[in-house]
C-alpha cells in the first residue's frame, strides 16, 4: 500500500554532502517532495513523463527536476520527453537519461540531458558520444548543482552554448545573439551554475587545445587577454556590441579576433611583444571563443581571471619552489589588517600574479571613492576611475618577481586595475646585487623603466640596492627549496652561523624575511606567509630572535590546513610585522618596547574544501512544513532542495570563512577582531 513518505529529499541528499540543487526553482523542489511516497520502507516517485515508478535516488531526483525545468521553464511539452532512450553503438545499446525528440520526427533525438553524477569530463565524454552515434545536436551535462550546454557542430567539435533554445526558439537565435556589455552583467546575475574560468580552459584543453600543437599557456594568455580588451572597449562605450564572440566563418572569426589582439597589445604594453599573434587555428579558435565569449572577465575584483592563470602558470616555475598563489580572502584580511593607505607606498616582493598589491588598490581606490561620494559598481575594475586612484598605482604601488611568466600575468593584471599603470619588474628580490646586470640589458629596459625608475627613487641610500623606505609590505615567498649559492648567502645576517661562517644551505623563504625588512623604512609594516613550524620548531629560533630584535611582532594568524590544496596541505601562518623605529625625529611610529602584547587567531572555517575547491557561503532558508523553526543546523546548510549560495550585491558567491566580514553579509571575523586590538593597543596605522 502506498502512503506519503516522511523522508524528505535533504534526507536522500544527506550521504552525498556535496550535492546541490541551485540549478532549479524552489516550487519545482518542493513539488517533487510532495509527491515522494514510501514504497516497502523506502522513498520512490512518480515519473512526469512516464508515468513510472522509480525509487527516489539522488541521481533520479535530479533528473525529475530536469523534467520539470524542461517543461516549465523551456517549455517543451513531456510528450516529446523520453527516458532511458536507447542509444545504438552497433550491437551495443545504451540508455540515455532524458531525451528530447524532434518536434516533427518523434523517433529522432533533439536534446540529450545526461544527469549521472559524474566528473564532467567523463560525462561530456559519454554525451558526446550519445550526440555522435543519435545525430541529436544538444547535449546536456548536469549534476544538479551545474549544468554544462553543448552545440555538436561536427563529431568532433562541441560548441558551448549559453542556455538551450526554448520551444519557440531556434538555435540561430542563440548565435546570432548580439551582446552589449550590460547584456554580459545582466546573463551573469542571473546564471544558478557557474563554472569557474579554470574550469572552462580545462574543458577547451580536453577538447582542442591539448592537440593544437601551441603553448597553451600562451595561447590561452591571448585569449583573456583579448576578451578583457573586448570588455573593457565595450565597458567604455555602452552601446558597442562585445566583439568576442562566435558568429563568424573560421577564417573570418581569426581575422576578427586578431585585430582585437593586436588592438590589446597597443593599450597595455610591456605583455606581448608587438609582433605577436595568435597562433591557433581557425577550426580551434572557434572552439575556444565560443567557451570563453559568455564568460565575464571583469569585476569588482580580479579573482575570475587570476583563478585560471594560477592553473596556467607552468607549476614547473611555480610548485616546485613552494610558491603558491595566495586566496584572494586572506590577501583581503591581510589587507584589511594592514590597512594600507592612500600617501603610503606598497610593495609584494615575491608578487606571483600580484594579488596583494592589487587587492591593496582596490582597497585604497574604495576609501578614495568614499572620500568623493562615489560608489564601486558592478565592472568596478573596468570603469574609469578619478585621477587619485591613478595617480595612487602609477607612484605608490610595485611588485617584484623572478619567474617571467608569473611576472607577466601580474603585468597584465596590474596593468588592467590601474588604467594602463604598472610597475611589476621581473627581478629577483634575494639577489639584490645582480639587478644591476638586469637593470642594464635594453631589452629589458624596453618594458621595464618606467618602473624601475621609480623603485629607485625609494631606495634608502642613492646607488644601492639593498635598503628601501616602503611603508607596507604583503608576501607569500616560496616556502619549499633552499638557496645553496654561497655568495647569495653570505649576503644576509641569516645565513650566517653564530659563529661567523656561513651556512652551506638556508631556507627561501628565511631569507625572505630578513630582504623584506630591509625594503621596510623604520615604523614600516609588513604581513608575510610561512610554514607554521618557522614559529614552533626549536631549529628556527634564531629567526625568531632575528625578527624579535627588528620588529615588533603585531599577529600571528593560523591559517587552515586546506589553504594551499590542491598544491600543498602545508599548515602555513600570516606574520604580521611593524619594524622598530627609534628615530624620534622621524616620529616613533613604532617606539622599540621590551613587553607588548600580540595578538593571535586560528582561522576555524576552511574556505577550502580537502580537494582544494572553494567551499561557499550557502543562504539560510525557512524549513519547510512540518519541520521545526529551530531543525539543526545541517539542515539549513545542507538541504539540498532549498540550498543557494549567498551572494553579494553583484552578484558574486561569497567564499565561507571567518577571517573578515563580507560587506556586512557575514559574521566579523578575525580582521575585525584585529582592528579592535589595533586600536587599544594604539597602532600607528590604525
Known amino acids: 500500500m502506498k502512503k506519503n513518505t516522511t523522508m524528505s529529499i535533504n534526507e536522500i541528499f544527506n550521504a552525498e554532502v556535496k550535492h546541490s540543487l541551485v540549478l532549479f526553482d524552489a516550487r519545482h523542489i518542493e513539488d517533487l517532495e510532495q509527491a515522494l511516497f514510501d514504497k516497502n520502507g523506502k522513498a520512490y516517485l512518480k515519473c512526469l513523463a512516464t508515468g513510472k515508478e522509480y525509487m527516489a535516488k539522488p541521481e533520479e531526483i535530479v533528473r525529475q527536476l530536469w523534467i520539470r525545468k524542461l517543461r516549465d521553464v523551456y517549455g517543451y511539452p513531456t510528450d516529446r520527453m523520453r527516458i532511458e532512450f536507447p542509444i545504438h553503438f552497433g550491437r551495443q545499446v545504451k540508455k540515455a537519461d532524458i531525451v528530447v525528440v524532434d518536434k516533427d520526427r518523434p523517433t529522432t533525438p533533439f536534446i540529450i540531458i545526461e544527469v549521472k553524477k559524474t566528473k564532467l569530463k567523463d560525462g561530456k565524454e559519454q554525451l558526446k558520444s550519445y550526440c555522435n552515434a543519435s545525430g541529436a545536436p544538444i547535449g546536456v551535462w548536469s549534476d544538479g548543482a551545474q549544468e554544462s550546454f553543448y552545440y555538436r557542430k561536427d563529431p568532433n567539435y562541441f560548441n558551448e552554448l549559453t542556455d538551450l533554445p526554448r520551444v519557440d526558439q531556434s538555435l540561430a537565435e542563440i548565435f546570432d545573439e548580439r551582446m552589449t556589455i550590460d547584456d554580459l552583467v545582466k546573463r551573469y546575475q542571473e546564471q544558478k551554475s557557474r563554472k569557474s574560468l579554470k574550469d572552462v580552459i580545462l574543458e577547451m584543453e580536453d577538447e582542442v587545445l591539448a592537440n593544437a600543437g601551441v603553448d597553451v599557456f600562451e595561447e590561452v594568455f591571448k585569449l583573456i587577454f583579448t576578451k ?106 591581510c589587507v584589511k589588517m594592514l590597512n594600507p593607505k592612500e600617501d603610503e607606498t606598497l610593495i609584494d616582493t615575491a608578487a606571483g600574479s600580484a594579488g596583494f598589491t592589487v587587492h591593496g588598490i582596490f582597497k585604497v581606490w574604495r576609501d578614495i571613492l568614499e572620500d568623493l561620494g562615489m560608489k564601486a559598481s558592478h565592472l568596478f575594475t573596468l570603469e574609469k576611475k578619478p585621477q587619485r586612484c591613478v595617480d595612487y598605482v602609477k607612484e605608490k604601488v610595485f611588485a617584484i618577481d623572478f619567474d617571467e611568466k608569473s611576472v607577466r600575468v601580474a603585468r597584465c593584471l596590474n596593468l588592467i586595475a590601474g588604467d594602463g599603470q604598472t610597475n611589476v619588474l621581473h627581478l629577483n628580490s634575494l639577489d639584490w646585487k645582480r639587478w644591476e646586470e638586469r637593470t642594464s640589458d635594453e631589452a629589458w629596459i624596453d618594458t621595464y623603466n618606467n618602473g624601475w625608475k621609480k623603485l629607485k627613487q625609494l631606495r634608502a641610500k642613492p646607488g644601492e640596492n639593498r635598503y628601501f623606505s616602503f611603508d607596507v609590505l604583503m608576501a607569500n615567498p616560496p616556502f619549499a627549496g633552499d638557496i645553496k649559492q654561497g655568495d647569495l648567502i653570505s649576503l644576509y645576517d641569516l645565513g650566517h652561523k653564530t659563529n661567523g661562517k656561513i651556512e652551506n644551505k638556508v631556507g627561501r623563504d628565511l631569507l625572505f624575511v630578513e630582504r623584506n625588512l630591509d625594503f621596510l623604512r623604520p615604523g614600516g609594516r609588513m604581513a608575510i606567509v610561512l610554514p607554521q613550524g618557522r614559529l614552533n620548531n626549536s631549529s628556527d629560533k634564531r629567526l625568531r630572535e632575528y625578527i624579535a630584535e627588528h620588529c615588533r611582532i603585531l599577529a600571528v594568524v593560523g591559517l587552515h590546513p586546506n589553504t594551499f590544496k590542491p598544491h600543498t596541505g602545508t599548515k602555513t601562518s600570516v606574520l604580521f610585522l611593524q619594524k622598530w623605529n627609534d628615530d624620534a625625529k622621524a616620529g616613533p611610529l613604532c617606539p622599540r618596547v621590551k613587553d607588548y602584547n600580540i595578538f593571535f587567531a586560528t582561522q576555524q572555517k576552511p574556505g577550502k574544501d580537502t580537494s582544494g575547491d572553494k567551499i561557499y557561503e550557502r543562504v539560510k532558508m525557512e524549513p519547510p512544513k512540518g519541520k521545526a523553526k529551530d531543525a539543526p543546523a545541517t539542515y539549513t546548510q545542507g538541504r539540498a532542495a532549498a540550498a543557494d549560495y549567498l551572494t553579494d550585491e553583484h552578484g558574486h558567491w561569497i567564499v565561507e570563512h571567518d577571517l573578515f566580514n563580507y560587506e556586512g553579509l557575514t559574521q566579523d571575523g578575525i580582521a575585525e577582531a584585529f582592528q579592535e586590538f589595533a586600536a587599544k593597543e594604539r597602532l600607528s596605522f590604525f
Not at 248 to 272: H, M, P
Open 228 to 333: 578583457l580588451y573586448d570588455e573593457w572597449a565595450s565597458g567604455n562605450d555602452r552601446k558597442r556590441y562585445l566583439e568576442f564572440r562566435n558568429t563568424d566563418t573560421e577564417s573570418d572569426l581569426k581575422k576578427r579576433i586578431q585585430k582585437l589582439f593586436d588592438q590589446a597589445k597597443k593599450k597595455w604594453e610591456g605583455v606581448f611583444q608587438e609582433d605577436d599573434q595568435i597562433k591557433l587555428t581557425g577550426s580551434h579558435l572557434l572552439v575556444c571563443v565560443s567557451y570563453l565569449e559568455n564568460e565575464k572577465l571583469f569585476n569588482t575584483n580580479l579573482e575570475v581571471i587570476d583563478e585560471a592563470f594560477e592553473y596556467l602558470i607552468n607549476q614547473s616555475s611555480k610548485g616546485d619552489k613552494g610558491q603558491y598563489f595566495t586566496p584572494r580572502y586572506v590577501i583581503d584580511m
